[in-house]
């Protein structure tokens, strides 16, 4: 029981080696492959901060407070922070927490307007704790949220909207406690009789995929084909991630069936573990309701099952 040992002793201990530092591998057409280090070349610097340099509304014009702090419900989100005007409040990836400090200067501060600090009240059910501030380049104070510097987007015209997510995979909406944004995936209820933990990897049989992996609640597991395996990396981030929830790792010895070859952890560069299989990452799919269900099979020509030994299946 447990994982298939597809691999003698020895080239075990080989693969463990490689998938220490990197994952190889790749089973797809040379057409949909990606050159080494694709994945994780950094974006544009425009990328990072927007297309519009100092072209946004005039909420990019100059730095404000944010007054009484609010928690808004967002349906992809969850709990997003916003200002007394309702405005989504943002966190940038290059800036660091501990010790704070902001590395949106210039161009960058025009598309993401800082919020200063001093005026900023905790919005109800929030940790006032949580709130600071940093002391940046032009010697002006910014609003910190469990360290991290706080930003609005020119490109929110009204209040409630969250364009700045995701943009350049560096700026995120920010959490009442500093965070980022991530509304937690509801565990869908187990088929009668499963008995199987949701931290756990096993294979189903469907009449069209055939034998496929599904997780403890019998929920499809996917992959995505711009990820890629050399390097291991996930192509999948922002909306992608609430619509796609990243597999969280899972112990092999609750992986049943599934080939040990490439059975590793991705460390995101969002701050979650993923469990990849075949050096490849994998999720599951909001628009699967019940176990069973294979409605990503296909999806965009890039999303597909996956079989017990990492291969993407294609039969749909």
């Known amino acids: 029981m447990g994982i298939k040992r597809g691999t003698t002793l020895a080239a075990v201990a080989v693969v463990v080696a490689l998938t220490a530092t990197a994952c190889g591998g790749d089973d797809t057409k040379a057409a949909d492959a990606k050159p080494a280090g694709a994945a994780a070349a950094a974006p544009a610097a425009a990328g990072d901060y927007g ?34 005007a309702g405005f989504t409040l943002y966190r940038f990836d290059k800036d660091t927490a501990k010790p704070p400090k902001s590395n949106c200067e210039g161009d960058c501060a025009k ?43 020119s490109k929110d015209t009204k209040a409630g909207e969250t364009n700045g997510q995701g943009v350049g995979g560096t700026w995120f909406a920010l959490a009442p406690d500093g965070k980022k944004a991530a509304k937690a995936a509801a565990a869908p209820a187990a088929p009668a009789g499963a008995g199987q933990a949701a931290g756990a990897l096993t294979v189903a049989k469907d009449p069209k995929l055939g034998e496929h992996i599904v997780d403890g609640n019998g929920m499809t597991v996917y992959r995505f084909k711009k990820d890629t395996a050399w390097p291991m990396a996930s192509n999948c981030t922002g909306d992608c991630v609430a619509k796609w929830p990243v597999v969280p790792p899972v112990d092999k010895a609750n992986a049943k069936g599934i080939v040990e070859k490439g ?48 291969k993407l299946i294609t039969t749909s």
């Open 111 to 153: 598309t993401w307007p800082v919020v200063q600090a001093g005026d900023a009240t905790a919005a109800a059910g929030m940790d006032p704790s949580v709130l600071g501030e940093v002391v940046r380049s032009d010697g002006s104070k910014q609003l910190t949220v469990g360290g991290w510097p706080v930003y609005r987007y």
């Open 263 to 310: 059975y590793s952890v991705l460390d995101r560069p969002d701050g979650m573990k993923q469990q990849a299989i075949d050096c490849w990452p994998v999720y599951t799919f909001t628009g699967d309701k019940k176990a069973g269900d294979i409605n990503g099979q296909g999806v965009g020509g890039t999303w597909y099952a996956v079989s017990p030994d990492g």
């Open 51 to 84: 297309s519009d340099y100092g072209a946004g509304s005039a909420a990019g014009a100059s730095a404000k407070g944010a007054g009484q702090l609010a928690i808004a419900q967002n349906e992809q989100l969850g709990s997003v922070l916003a200002d007394s």
